[in-house]
């Protein structure tokens, strides 16, 4: 499977983007997938999960309420709809596949995309 994430770009705090990751290769709609952040100095982190079905999420404590992660598996493409931007999101954002949500959330992964960068200014 090969993961290519884009949506990323700079945007003021209090205002939104949304991030696309397109699979191809195979079909992901078996898969759970995941959205990862990764901060100059930080460790990478996982943000956003979602299973296979979309009837599970996961949210990291600093998104909830904020950010949303869907799927589309006809369209092959998970998506993560990030609102009220603040500073603290400007980060690399990575996805990700794993076979259970249970994985993902233990950043047990199966596939990687390559990052889009996200920049919010106070």
């Known amino acids: 499977v090969q993961l290519q994430a884009s949506g990323g770009g700079l945007v003021q705090a209090g205002g939104s983007l949304r991030l696309s990751c397109a699979a191809s290769?195979?079909?992901?709609?078996?898969?759970?997938m995941g959205w990862f952040r990764q901060a100059p100095g930080k460790e990478r982190e996982l943000v956003a999960a979602?299973?296979?079905?979309?009837?599970?999420?996961y949210y990291a404590d600093s998104v909830k309420g904020r950010f949303t992660v869907s799927r589309d598996n006809a369209k092959n493409t998970v998506y993560l709809q990030m609102n009220s931007l603040k500073p603290e999101d400007t980060a690399v954002y990575y996805c990700?596949?794993?076979?259970?949500?249970?994985?993902?959330?233990?950043?047990?992964?199966?596939?990687w995309g390559q990052g889009t960068q996200v920049t919010v200014s106070s």
């Open positions: 290769g195979r079909s992901i709609s078996s898969y759970a």
């Open positions: 979602i299973s296979w079905s979309g009837g599970s999420t």
């Open positions: 990700a596949a794993a076979t259970t949500l249970v994985r993902m959330i233990r950043l047990e992964c199966d596939y």
